[in-house]
């Protein structure tokens, strides 16, 4: 039996990954764990969608390209009702069809909240804290051999400071994001350790069982509500907008269940993969730090075209993974 504690402290920090690879890249929120909105919101909201959508995905099937794909951008869509992003963005949205802000949609559920809110942070999680690598094995050629070394998190990072100099006011806020940010989850990570003292629990035992699931899902539940209602409830549109909303809904849902119900009849090898010295991770959080401060002071307006371009680039390559993982799930079927 896994104490409760042990459970407890793994889906605070998955929360924590998940906060940083989707809050602080962005910028949205330099310093979600040091504020009472990121402690008290933003956090819960995203550790738990994750583990309720992991839970989902090794109760009924298995982990694969499409199960975590789709799985995501059913995270992802919570921008609709929590954040009304997905209909009146708090910027201009360059397209607004049917009162649904198309742009925002392909970015933040296709690519942003699929890739960094769920599946980074997952892949990362497993790898930093278990004796499984299940999320990993599921991944196709090239990106379980992007998230099996060391380098692919490199790149990532560096993208994300980049990233976040578009929205960070100065060097100095941005410094602070990297050190303070950076340094919690090495100690979250280090607590871990510490506190299981190298129990090789694999992921799957580290999910909620029935009765954890349920109090999550009411958990979430109470938040979709509070969002919904207290963050700019004028800009709910109407049946048109909603109705797109719901359907793309509707659709994530039966393709997420297809693909679960595909994922359960496949074999999933398990696979060995190169262990990361604790000083490389040392290491890429020092290179976000720099990467933070180099690029609002060398990149200047370039950091918002090279961010621009990324929206496009890696909404394109999400919409084909998207069309990969439907492939997949008809195929497998």
Do not use: C
């Not at 797109?244 to 269940?257: D, E, K, P, S, W």
């Not at 993969?273 to 002071?297: C, G, H, N």
């Amino acid at each position: 039996m896994i104490p409760k504690k042990h459970k407890l402290l793994f889906w605070l920090v998955l929360a924590a990954y998940s906060t940083f690879f989707a809050e602080v890249f962005a910028g949205s929120d330099m310093l979600p764990f040091f504020n009472i909105w990121g402690i008290f919101v933003v956090v819960p909201l995203y550790g738990l969608h994750v583990v309720l959508l992991t839970s989902i995905i090794f109760k009924y099937g298995k982990p694969t390209l499409s199960t975590l794909v789709f799985a995501g951008m059913l995270f992802g869509l919570y921008e609709a009702y929590m954040t009304k992003v997905l209909w009146q963005p708090n910027w201009d949205a360059p397209l607004i069809v049917g009162e649904v802000a198309v742009l925002e949609v392909f970015v933040l559920v296709f690519w942003w909240h699929t890739w960094f809110s769920f599946i980074t942070p997952l892949i990362l999680a497993e790898r930093l804290l278990t004796s499984s690598r299940l999320v990993l094995d599921g991944l196709t050629g090239k990106f379980r051999r992007f998230y099996s070394g060391w380098k692919g998190y490199l790149a990532l990072i560096i993208f994300g400071g980049i990233f976040q100099s578009v929205n960070s006011p100065s060097i100095g806020h941005s410094l602070l994001s990297g050190i303070s940010t950076g340094g919690f989850l090495i100690l979250l990570t280090k607590l871990w350790k510490w506190i299981t003292k190298g129990q090789g629990y694999t992921l799957p035992e580290l999910l909620p069982d029935k009765k954890e699931f349920r109090f999550l899902a009411i958990w979430l539940g109470t938040l979709y509500l509070f969002l919904g209602f207290a963050i700019f409830p004028e800009r709910i549109p109407g049946l048109v907008g909603q109705g797109i909303i719901l359907a793309l809904y509707a659709l994530v849902i039966a393709l997420f269940i297809r693909a679960l119900r595909a994922s359960a009849q496949e074999t999933q090898v398990e696979l060995e993969y190169p262990s990361t010295p604790a000083k490389y991770w040392f290491i890429i959080w020092l290179v976000f730090v720099i990467t933070l401060v180099a690029a609002i002071s060398f990149l200047g307006s370039s950091s918002g075209i090279i961010a621009l371009g990324s929206w496009f680039l890696g909404s394109a390559i999400s919409i084909l993974l998207f069309v990969k993982a439907l492939r997949r799930n008809y195929e497998n079927l």
